[in-house]
């Protein structure tokens, strides 16, 4: 296991994570992405990636850059390859603007399909004031080099999910016991996260940061696939640069349904994310 | 102070809550409605009375009964009187649907102004499995006949919002210190929760009730204005009559902006309503 999380990305080669979530603008609230087989978590694509995609076309055609409030609805599964992003304002305002997109994605019977739909609220996270006044407290986790790796999984580095590769996540082994046929019955999944190309984090990765851990439901004793419903994201602060800590937590698995929360806190101790999801709890 | 929460409605009379969040389909996907000024809190009226009345237009266009998740973004000050509501299907699945809605408001100069905008996921809660692995607790709060209703407000029983009116809130005394001008410096604010003419809850009554304690910012100490960005509600069962409680919760105050975290449970100790907002904090 290497010591540090991330290593420099060489001249100006351009991130995976940049290279994937590129969109093309067609025209004016029209851009166009070719979703990257490389973020598939079994046969589909991960959430968090498509966010992200989503996040940065409509980040082109708001007012202003950075995302605040995003939510996702999920509606049909994602594949890799062309799709096609529709964005408008809702409301132009002078600290935030208000808008919509949704990624459709074109069948071969020639139907567009839409594959999730977003509501988000952008501003600049450049103007906040440095008024910082936060209760939480940072998650209680090993140093980096005593969490576990995907070179660590016992079923062999080649057993984790494609996303995985793109990803140098690094789980607290006290959220690791599922791996090993032991979950601890806890709601809870820990990791050091960064992008394994060295690529530091922004805003835009943070909605996919939200989504990247194993689901809680694994230590829960659930194995089975934990499709997202919807996912809301607040970015409270422009990440610094190095490694973050995610820290999931789940206390409701009722009905067939669960929540996911997330605290995302960067290299200087800062909550830079609060998220929640609410996922479908398929029984084993 | 009375010893019960509630008091039946008698006959058929409609109840406040009811009447005021009624919408009336003008044709499909556009509602009708009349905003009442019963439910201002100063010069506005509350975002989840608006969300309550947008969400059961949604209801009615799409093909679940029950709001799951939903989302709304405010994008400028709603005032009492007449509104409209259109509403679309995104997708209607099996066993969820998913739309949005927004709500307008035509000026004295004609245009209309869309006052928030809805993205929401609605199912049947009657069909959920009963399985379920709750790991949270029901606030610890003194029963409801040693918490503060508005007649007790030192500042006299008129001092309360129009809306609370509409209520019968009875905060827990640990979160009232604000009322007294010695805020506790917590983020936190807890009420036992009912409607005031005994009209027991249901999902779209929480979609109200997640908005309707004070803000947890008053313990924090800032006194202004904390209006909602952004507020999502899951609603996760539907709730046993009887009074609620609803805890709220804030640990992130920073850079202008804080998030509420809501849980509301019911008189059966069930967690039925799990919500998080962002709202802008006023520097005092």
Not at 39 to 57: C, D, E, F, K, V
Not at 78 to 83: L, N, Q
Not at 105 to 116: K, V
Not at 132 to 144: D, E, F, G, N, Q
Request: proline fraction near 8%; aromatic fraction near 6%; charge should be negative.
């Amino acid at each position: 296991m290497s010591e540090t999380i991330s290593e420099a990305v060489p001249g100006n080669t351009l991130s995976e994570f940049d290279r994937d979530t590129a969109v093309r603008q067609r025209e004016p609230g029209v851009h166009d992405v070719r979703l990257s087989p490389g973020w598939a978590i079994g046969h589909a694509l991960n959430g968090g990636y498509l966010l992200a995609t989503a996040g940065r076309a409509l980040g082109e055609t708001l007012a202003h850059p950075d995302p605040f409030t995003v939510t996702a609805h999920y509606l049909s599964a994602t594949t890799p390859g062309p799709a096609v992003i529709r964005s408008e304002t809702a409301r132009a305002g002078r600290t935030l603007s208000t808008g919509t997109a949704g990624l459709f994605q074109t069948g071969a019977d020639g139907q567009e399909t839409e594959r999730l739909r977003v509501l988000a609220s952008y501003g600049d996270l450049d103007t906040l004031t440095d008024d910082i006044r936060t209760s939480a407290k940072p998650p209680a986790m090993p140093p980096l080099d005593q969490c576990f790796s995907a070179r660590d999984n016992p079923a062999g580095p080649d057993a984790a999910p494609e996303m995985g590769k793109r990803l140098d996540l690094r789980l607290d082994p006290a959220t690791c016991g599922w791996a090993v046929g032991a979950p601890s019955g806890r709601g809870e999944m820990r990791a050091w996260f960064g992008l394994a190309d060295g690529r530091d984090a922004d805003p835009f990765s943070l909605l996919m940061a939200v989504d990247a851990l194993p689901p809680t439901a694994f230590e829960l004793g659930l194995s089975g696939w934990v499709p997202t419903v919807e996912l809301t994201v607040h970015v409270r602060a422009r990440p610094a640069p190095g490694p973050l800590r995610v820290s999931v937590s789940t206390v409701n698995l009722a009905g067939g349904f669960l929540e996911e929360d997330v605290e995302i806190w960067d290299s200087a101790d800062r909550l830079v994310t609060q998220s929640r999801q609410l996922a479908r709890a398929k029984a084993n």
